[in-house]
């Protein structure tokens, strides 16, 4: 896992860093939490074909803003197809276009930041 985080963010945890301290803090801190991530998605995964051993994981579906190649990660580490979910892909956008604050803006970059909210309140609907 290490190793493949060293090859997209360059260098090694103690080095790979440019400028002062805080970044090196920065990265170091990048690189547990995707470690942890992944192996919380493993742990999932091993859970979910345990308990329903009759189904079967074609791909996992990823949404939010991620780092750049995030999804190529998770594909190496679970040996499964990752898709990115794009929200403004499925929902119109355009009201909020009418709105001056949003003018300028990247409206699939503030979408995919409702992402939990808008699967919570499709779950509440029973969708």
Do not use: C, P
Request: aromatic content about 12%; overall charge negative.
């Amino acid at each position: 896992m290490t190793e493949i985080l060293n090859r997209e963010w360059g260098g090694d945890t103690e080095t790979s860093v440019r400028k002062d301290d805080h970044d090196i803090t920065l990265n170091i801190a990048i690189k547990e939490a995707s470690s942890q991530f992944i192996n919380e998605i493993n742990r999932s995964i091993d859970y979910f074909l345990n308990r329903y051993s009759t189904y079967n994981i074609e791909k996992i579906i990823i949404s939010g803003d991620t780092f750049k190649n995030f999804d190529l990660l998770i594909k190496k580490e679970t040996g499964f197809e990752v898709e990115q979910f794009n929200v403004g892909n499925y929902f119109n956008l355009d009201v909020l276009n009418k709105k001056t604050y949003y003018l300028n803006k990247d409206l699939n970059h503030f979408a995919n930041q409702l992402t939990l909210a808008i699967g919570m309140a499709l779950r509440g609907y029973g969708l």
